[in-house]
């Protein structure tokens, strides 16, 4: 297929030859609903927005567009706190030995749980959003928790972590090397790492953390059935080390095994692993070596989750690698909407699917990649701003400074 811009490789497309076996296993619909039911404990704890965009689907041409809008997750402002406490959750049930019981967040607060486990310390690595929710769900549960960052991580995205009590680490390098460092340490010392990465030997918690996450899909399926829709037809989700589009490949791909909508994911270019681990044709994870120079700081990973990876290359359709100014322009479209459309705030990382679904349906319009995606008309698209304004000042340089623009040639026509 001839395409310039974005950069596209298809996978099967094919039905026929997907297999949703794995999914299937790893993400029934009643461990969404387990989740959910701890979830819903969390003080403050409420469903986000499912936002339609009936006027942006109208102008591209598609049925409709359909955010959700994880902006609005608690205080958070981000998805990842779903799938950080759920894993914390499903730790301490298993360090106490009540794996098969449902604990209640008093419990979990009090001087008996804490008695028993002792001096528990919960660790992982991050570039932002999935510390700051870990540091979050363990200041509400009284635990300590240390966080590494990589040298390049922002002094908000730092502070914000810091907030909740937690110990941040700088780690020279990058989000890969912070996630050796905090593994290293975390043996040294004895802590509990609850990484949403995986690697040889562990892969339970970074399970519990994606099937954490389809406690938000389940949410959406409900608001859809409210829309009078079974489904969407398309899904278009963002990929850093592949845990969060391979909850949302997988949770559809369990629910509807037989007619499982079409699945975009979208990555920065400078840390496009999964794309490159696609492009390789073998099977295997690729890393992305260098600094992963991208606006896009939540997917700016260099190495695959082997368990997300094992995923997306049995079920998802098409991996994009986008440059920085598609996830800057779908910033400025939900910033700055169609007129009756509601606006939304997203951060770089949230708004990269959006940007992507516009670009193949307007300036860089393909007609050979919108027919293969079957998009048009009777096309309804899921895309999940991931994050809202968690870096106040890349969100100013790039809303009010407009920064990274779109090259002139792919500017929209009308």
Known sequence: MKNEFPYIIHNTGDISKKDPS???????????????????????FGPTPLAALPNLAKYIGVGGIYIKNESKRLELHSFKVMGGSYAVYRLIRKLLGRENEDLSFEFLTSKECHDQLKDAVFCSATDGNHGRGLAWICHQLGFPCQIYVHAETSRPRIEAIEAYGAK???????????????????????????????????????????????????????????????????????????ALAASVVGFYSALFPEDPPIFVVVEPDKAACIYESMKAGDGECHSVLGDLDTIMAGLACGDPSPLAFDILKNNADVFMAVPDNIAARGMRILGCPLHGDPFIISGESGAVPLGALFAIMTAENDPELVDALRLGPDSHILCINTEGNTDPIEFRRIIWDGKNPVPSKYRVQR
């Not at 999914?23 to 979830?39: C, G, I, T, Y």
């Open 168 to 242: 941040v680490t700088v780690v020279d390098g990058n989000y890969d090397d912070a996630v050796r460092k905090a593994n290293e340490d975390s043996i040294k010392n004895g802590w509990y790492v609850v990484s949403d990465t995986s690697w040889p030997g562990y892969e339970e918690i970074p399970t519990w953390i994606m099937q954490g996450y389809t406690s938000m899909l389940l949410e959406a399926q409900e608001q859809f059935a409210g829309l009078g829709l079974v489904k969407p037809t398309h899904v278009f989700v963002q990929a850093g080390v592949g």
């Open 22 to 44: 794995r999914a299937k296993e790893l993400f029934p619909v009643s461990r969404a609903r387990d989740a959910r039911k701890f979830h819903r404990q969390i003080p403050g």
